[in-house]
DNA sequence: CATGAATGAGACTTCATTCAT
DNA sequence: AATGAATGAAGTCTCATTCAT
């Protein structure tokens, strides 16, 4: 397992030391000695570090949209989805000792240049706000309405994020998870 | 008004660098060039980048503390503060091309060893939570069911900003709002 | 005693620091810091870094220079002398952690353009030097071979501290002793 | 010869200037600019400048040991290899300017968290002391006196070393080395 | 006598990237 | 595909010294 080809096992590292420490706080150097390889295999594989960072976050995002899509697909009532959508958001925040959401955390240092990362949070963003809407037209026949809930859950889920990791703590999410339900039912 | 002390000049010129490319996207070697000081002047004033980072965070809790402050002894129905107080996250978003939470951001790329940073966002983040619990308890004179609605409203508060600053879209700031004030009703 | 005059204050803390930790280790704001000076006061005591060092090796000098001549005209045997001046070797070593001469150290950083303090070295060294040429004069009555013997001791001396610096072990000095004594008899 | 590697030209500058100037008093920047490498380079191949010490004084070891090893094997008397070794040393201080013994000048300015650097001047010290007690023993064959003896001259060595840097004159080499011969019959 | 702000030069180290092999 | 050496620019921070008050 170690010994995945180079371009993966460096995908994989960067992708832990960018998710714990920040992009911006993770050096190339360092990415290559963890994933032992050499620096020129890097750029054989990536242009560069930005583009590292963009398959980082696209992989990232594939992983997560294959969960969201089983979990819509999934024969359970829609407010039950909710529930298992911020439980899921709960323990990965457990999990990763309250460090947030990548995409957010990255863009917080990309200015507007990093036409690539700035694209990949939008759609990132975009999909988990389309799913939440669909989930909410699952309860609620009504288009326009199924679109305003699933925003609000939307903000909602991204608030707690941000704030369980700004406070080390879950009770935001917790809080959304409750209002959330709320405005469900 | 361009030649205050050098103190005063860093801390101005590095804030405004701080908050729009990020704490780590800014070397002192740009603050210093824009602040037209020396080298050696700025760590007269400042033992360490970190250090100037937490004056910066203080100074600008300092202000906005004082707008919470004010804003919550006007006299107005605390509905109206609500509305208030996410009108002026919204102009604030607005004005800084979408560039998010100072406090937030720099939290993103800020390790477990900065402790005086993070303390900063901290209590900067329990002063605004405590702010939203306060006006809800102008509101509704039950404490607990003020402290859990206040809590909503903050993590709809932070969703909006972070999402706001994510797509670049002036949206979930109204979607936060709407959501808010109809959770006050 | 801590309310001594400035310049003292700052001469003895000087003194403490260079000793310990080399001339080159030690910077001005060190200095100042500990001796709770302003910088500037510094400066009107002492033209430069330089000057104070200058200063330090004289101060050593003259109170050195007072226990070789108390010794030199006690009344005892000139062999007991020699034994007494590598006694106090020994236990100055021993108290100052094995820092050595801080002539030698300060010479090992000193280029030639630092006259000053080369010639304070100069005219220590050969004080001493004298010291020794001096107590085998009263050993022996032919000036040409006390020199000779005296200069042997003081090369002695001289890589009895050195060398016992470099081990941080006492056995050069003790070692030196027996040879300085069987040279005598 | 100018155009050896980078990693050699860093060694062979930076060993020059270390041994004119003082290990504390040579920069990096001067140490590059001189090697003609840029500084990246540099830390490419030495961690830190406290490394490119440690190699330095490796260096210089590995080259003195294997003369003294030469000498102590060449077929000739005892007395006379002590009588090379100091006219060894006289032409070293000559051709140096009396800058002295590296290890002792690199050790007056080294603080006791320099292990690596610290370890390099004791080993290399008891290599030279053990050098001149087997050469001794050549001479005596009673081990416990021709260590002492021994010991005695490496003190004496010592002492010519540090005083004739201290002084700028020649006269200790000379001194100890009539002493060591004496001791020596 | 004393002070604290200001400074140019330079300290050591790391950055992301390229090139010859 | 892989490698290690090389690089210019930039990183944070400290140096001894001066000046206005």
């Known amino acids: 397992m170690r010994k995945a080809n180079a371009k993966d096992r460096i995908l994989q590292t960067a992708g832990e030391l960018f998710f714990r420490h920040g992009y911006s706080e993770v050096g190339i150097n360092e990415i290559i ?7 020129a295999s890097f750029y054989q594989h990536y242009p560069s570090k930005e583009a590292l960072c963009e398959a980082w976050l696209s992989d ?3 992983r997560s949209e294959i969960s ?4 819509l697909e999934t024969e359970v009532a829609p407010s039950k989805k909710i529930g298992i959508f911020f439980d899921q958001l709960k323990s990965f925040m457990e999990q990763s000792e309250f460090r947030g959401c990548p995409y957010s955390n990255t863009g917080a240092v990309s200015g507007s240049e990093c036409v690539g990362i700035i694209d990949q949070i939008r759609s990132h963003k975009e999909s988990i706000r389309t799913f939440l809407r669909e989930v909410c037209f699952q309860h609620i026949s009504d288009r326009e309405k199924a679109n305003i809930l699933g925003d609000r859950i939307f903000v909602l889920y991204s608030g707690a994020t941000t704030e369980s990791q700004n406070l080390k703590e879950i009770w935001p999410v917790e809080i959304a998870r409750a209002a959330a339900l709320e405005l469900f039912s």
């Open 33 to 39: 000695a963890k994933a032992e390889t050499a620096k």
């Open 60 to 62: 990232v995002h594939g």
């Open 68 to 71: 969201r899509t089983e979990l």
